[in-house]
């Protein structure tokens, strides 16, 4: 079965980046992308265009977004009784320990700072995929709650 | 610098092979132990004995504890508006749905099922120590660079 991931991501370049390190990690996943906090909550809530889209295994954030910053569809994300419990993975290039901080407090699953260099960034790709997508257990179903 | 991790489990077995993987993994990761959820609580709000406590940068949560159980332990800690921070990891033989579920309900970091054999359960430990520890960004230990009211969103 395909897994689902939802990359919440401005820039094409690393879009890009991640959809060619995913598809050399683990040949399932399945990467959707939000440009914008706006399509990724309209993705989530299967508003419009989205009305088909599938419900992500797993979230990946960034935190400085047009429209909608990353830090409000976090929190969207974990009032929702229906989507807090998809786990989401902060993935950005601050390493501001204020973004940090505001992070946990709003519920990221983790935080994870993006290397500039690109084999670092395949390897860190490669053990998002090793941790989350083949030691963690993650939720079968939508939560009721 | 030392990293504190605070492993909340009742089954001495389960404790002691936590304690050797960790150790065999990373010798800089210093591996304290609640045996159950009233201790854990103790210790992470410095009371009596737990004083001295240090902040732990991870914790390694069972679900079934006596006293009080691994959820109520998880919701308190989530509900702390200096405690929610720190990274919980549940670590557990239960594989039901409905606890994984639940545990991701209450906020859970993340959710990980105890294997039987040791090598698996080995192996584990060191992917535990991969992520959390050389890829995550955890919050600084100890800083309270928030006051109170920017807490709200």
């Not at chain 1, 260099?117 to 009721?144: G, Y």
């Not at chain 2, 991870?58 to 959820?71: A, F, S, V």
């Not at chain 2, 990274?87 to 994984?100: K, M, R």
Request: proline share 6%.
């Amino acid at each position: 079965m395909a897994i689902q991931v939802l990359l919440v991501e401005d820039s094409p370049g690393d879009v890009r980046l991640t959809q060619e390190a995913f598809r050399d990690a683990n040949r399932s996943i399945h990467l959707h992308v939000a440009g914008d906090g706006v399509e990724a909550m309209a993705f989530l809530r299967r508003e419009g265009a989205y009305r088909d889209a599938p419900r992500p295994d797993l979230i990946l954030l960034d935190l400085n977004l047009p429209k909608m910053d990353g830090r409000q569809v976090l929190a969207h994300i974990k009032e929702d009784g229906n989507l807090k419990t998809i786990p989401t993975v902060i993935l950005t290039t601050s390493d501001a320990e204020v973004d940090i901080v505001k992070s946990y407090q709003l519920q990221a699953n983790c935080y994870l700072t993006k290397p500039v260099q690109l084999d670092a960034f395949e390897s860190l790709v490669k053990s998002i995929n090793d941790f989350w997508l083949t030691k963690v257990k993650l939720p079968q179903q939508e939560s009721s709650g | 610098m030392p990293l504190q991790v605070l492993l909340i489990e009742d089954s001495p077995g389960d404790v002691r092979l936590t304690r050797e993987a960790f150790h065999e993994v990373n010798p800089l990761i210093h591996l304290h132990m609640a045996n159950d959820g009233v201790e854990a609580m103790a210790f992470l709000t410095n009371e009596g004995e737990y004083a001295n406590a240090p902040r732990p940068d991870l914790i390694l949560l069972d679900l079934n504890l006596p006293k009080m159980d691994g959820r109520e332990v998880l919701a308190h800690i989530k509900e702390h508006a200096s405690l929610r921070t720190i990274p919980t990891v549940i670590l557990t033989s239960s594989e039901a749905e409905a606890d994984v579920i639940k545990s991701y309900q209450l906020q859970a970091n993340c959710y990980l099922s105890k294997p039987m054999h040791f090598e698996a359960f080995h192996k584990l430990v060191k992917s535990i120590d991969d992520f959390w520890f050389t890829r995550v960004k955890l919050p600084q230990a100890g800083k309270p660079v928030i006051t109170g009211h920017e807490l709200k969103l």
